[in-house]
Each structure stands twice: as structure tokens, then as C-alpha cells.
Nanobody, 124 residues
Framework: QVQLVESGGGLVQAGGSLRLSCAVSGRTFSNYAMAWFRQAPGKEGEFVAASSWNSANTLYADSVKGRFTIARVDAKHTMYLQMNRLNVENTAVYYC?????????????????WGQGTQVTVSS
């Protein structure tokens, strides 16, 4: 059974940084596309960042470009999201998602497996 487990969320002041982790178990990490999504209170879920199976291609939402970095360490079966210069609009539950294949996508339907989410709260 494939499991994705996020960690690293928490409370941070505006302008601060956090690094989220997503540990994958139950399947090979190769040929596995991954992404981060988030959902703020009262809002629909939205795409944040995505990485292809080999890290060769990445995508970012315009709102996080230049501040967030997605990375994956295959040896650790873990994906990361480094978030810098956080602002209150970044407050949300962050979810990692994965799907078998060699693609990079900002569409949630392309990912078949999801974690339970980790809360990120940015205070002003």
C-alpha cells in the first residue's frame, strides 16, 4: 500500500521560512511524478509546485515562483518544499501528491495518491 506522509508544517511569522517533507513508502520512487497542493480555509484547493519523476522538470504556481522550491531525494524516497518569504496568504493545509508516470502536471486529477496534509500557518 502506497503511503505519502507530510511533515514540517507549523506556525511561522511572515517573512519566515519552512521546509515541508513528504515521505513515500510502499512503491518505488522512480517513474513517480509528484506535486504539492494546498487548501486555505474557505477556498478551493490549488496547485503549488510539481516535479517530474527525475527532477528534470518543475512547475510552480505564479504566486510562489522565486520563493518556493520543490526538490526530491530519491535515495530517501522523500520530496521537499522549501518555502521562503512566507506571507499570510500562504496559510493553508499543504498536501503532497504522487502518481506513476513520467510527467509534470499542475492538475490534481493526474495524481492518484495523496497525503493527509500538514498545516502551515503564517502570522502577520
Amino acid at each position: 500500500q502506497v503511503q505519502l506522509v507530510e511533515s514540517g508544517g507549523g506556525l511561522v511569522q511572515a517573512g519566515g521560512s519552512l521546509r515541508l517533507s513528504c515521505a513515500v513508502s510502499g512503491r518505488t520512487f522512480s517513474n513517480y511524478a509528484m506535486a504539492w497542493f494546498r487548501q486555505a480555509p474557505g477556498k478551493e484547493g490549488e496547485f503549488v509546485a510539481a516535479s517530474s519523476w527525475n527532477s528534470a522538470n518543475t512547475l510552480y504556481a505564479d504566486s510562489v515562483k522565486g520563493r518556493f522550491t520543490i526538490a526530491r531525494v530519491d535515495a530517501k524516497h522523500t520530496m521537499y518544499l522549501q518555502m521562503n518569504r512566507l506571507n499570510v496568504e500562504n496559510t493553508a493545509v499543504y498536501y503532497c501528491a504522487g502518481g506513476p508516470g513520467r510527467y509534470t502536471s499542475q492538475r490534481g486529477v493526474r495524481y492518484s495518491e495523496w497525503g493527509q496534509g500538514t498545516q502551515v500557518t503564517v502570522s502577520s
